[in-house]
């Protein structure tokens, strides 16, 4: 019994984790909750952050910031692009007391990045690159 009790409880919080989405499957971010890099710039290259799925964290929005200013507000199941110069960008995500979650990126004129923010079941969030 307790070993079938413990099964339960284990798919319980494995069921709260977020899941992942594909960026060109996920919401945009409304713009009302874009704060910059929207302006078109030279080498065009684009930065793609998306937020998993899922009921962790759902309560708040994770704010976004590209070299340390405040980009947007992501919500769960959304994306959001942004216009950025080639060269090196920290990309930074925090969210409902999860902590701060920093990545360093060099991106080439003209092309994509992409990041995906996940929330785990004991509230751990983590910003990492995606081919999605």
């Known amino acids: 019994m307790r070993l079938f009790v413990g099964a339960v409880a284990v798919a319980l919080l494995a069921g709260c984790a977020t899941s992942p989405v594909p960026s060109s499957e996920a919401d945009p971010v409304p713009s009302s909750r874009l704060?910059?890099?929207q302006a078109p710039t030279m080498g065009d290259s684009t930065l793609v952050v998306t937020r998993d799925k899922g009921f962790v964290g759902g309560g708040c929005n994770t704010k976004v910031s590209i070299d340390g200013r405040q980009a947007a507000e992501i919500g769960t199941g959304e994306t959001a692009k942004f216009r950025v110069t080639p060269g090196e960008h920290i990309v930074s995500a925090s969210s409902c007391g999860s902590g701060l979650k920093e990545r360093?990126?060099?991106?080439?004129?003209g092309s994509t990045k992409k990041f995906r923010i996940s929330i785990d079941s004991a509230m751990s969030m983590d910003l990492s690159p995606t081919m999605q």
């Open 35 to 37: 704060f910059a890099f």
């Open 104 to 109: 360093e990126t060099n991106i080439k004129a």
